[in-house]
């Protein structure tokens, strides 16, 4: 079993930063591809920023040039910088990642972190 488990979030205001982190732990896993969602009150889960398994970033359109994706694979830690955050940025955000286990490809998500950004 691997767990997911986001910190960081908060109550912000407009314009201000948040860092939030993903950390993996469990054993016998190698990780694949990590990345963060989110998702607001009504709205679907929609991606924020990846890693791919190549270790390429993408970025939702309406966040890049603001957030930054980075990990440290050392610690099976992934962060995501958010800087001049909207109220539009208002979500839960996830942590995922594909990781391999026991010669199996799996899929995991953390419980969430919520984030609040106020105009």
């Known amino acids: 079993q691997v767990q997911l488990v986001e910190s960081g979030g908060g109550l912000v205001q407009a314009g201000g930063s948040l860092r939030l982190s993903c950390a993996a732990s469990g054993s016998g896993f190698s990780i694949n591809a990590m990345g963060w969602y989110r998702q607001a009150p009504g709205k679907q889960r929609e991606l924020v920023a990846t890693f791919t398994p190549g270790g390429i970033t993408n970025y939702a359109d309406s966040v890049k040039g603001r957030f930054t994706i980075s990990r440290d694979n050392a610690k099976n830690t992934m962060y995501l910088q958010m800087n001049s955050l909207k109220p539009e940025d208002t979500a839960v955000y996830y942590c995922?990642?594909?990781?391999?286990?026991?010669?199996?490809?799996?899929?995991?998500w953390g419980p969430g972190t919520q984030v609040t950004v106020s105009s």
């Open positions: 995922n990642a594909e990781v391999t286990i026991r010669f199996s490809n799996r899929i995991y």
